[in-house]
């Protein structure tokens, strides 16, 4: 499976609640794209803790600003695992200015796996990323014609200098011809 990295260095704390009615020796897990979701190693997925009426929770750190695609698994009283069905399940966090502080992102999920809520977030974050890289297309090419409008300007600015140094050379060299000429005239 793809793992997904991203967001910032600022941690966001998650709730993942899911309603589930388990059977007796069957224990919930979290696993994902992140390393903190086990990085779809089944043997680094997250526990999670059953609550009054069915619900589990899960307590997880994740990174502000990053898309990650997890999913739920139980694990049977046999020890073998069940996977969610259907598509891996989208979180797409908001940035950590958007998010007052000591708040917990608290996402409510369905076992039956990708919600629309997540797909249109998912639409969003591609999109805000497609503009971003437009934007930084068009400020790469101004700068690619800036540094040439710019090298052009020196290059010419070195022939003007090199036009001057020979100018200057020439002016020196008739200023000591006369020198030599009157002190050649003086000594007569």
Not at 110 to 138: D, R
Request: with cysteine; proline share 4%; glycine share 8%.
């Amino acid at each position: 499976p793809h793992v997904v990295r991203g967001g910032t260095k600022v941690n966001m704390p998650c709730r993942f609640t899911l309603h589930y009615e388990t059977r007796l020796g069957e224990d919930l897990f979290l696993i994902g794209s992140h390393e903190r979701l086990g990085a779809w190693a089944i043997e680094c997925a997250a526990p999670m803790r059953w609550t009054e009426g069915n619900v589990w929770t899960g307590d997880v750190e994740l990174p502000a600003s990053g898309v990650f695609f997890y999913k739920y698994v139980v694990k049977m009283a046999s020890g073998q695992y069940r996977w969610q069905d259907g598509a891996n399940n989208l979180l797409a966090l908001p940035d950590p200015w958007d998010v007052p502080d000591g708040s917990v992102f608290v996402v409510d999920d369905q076992f039956g796996g990708l919600t629309k809520e997540a797909q249109n977030q998912l639409a969003v974050k591609l999109i805000m990323t497609e503009k971003e890289k437009v934007g930084l297309k068009v400020e790469a090419s101004k700068a690619k014609e800036m540094t040439k409008a710019a090298l052009q300007e020196l290059l010419l600015a070195r022939e003007e200098l090199r036009a001057a140094h020979e100018k200057l050379a020439a002016y020196e060299a008739n200023a000591a011809a006369v020198f030599t000429e009157n002190g050649a005239n003086n000594q007569r």
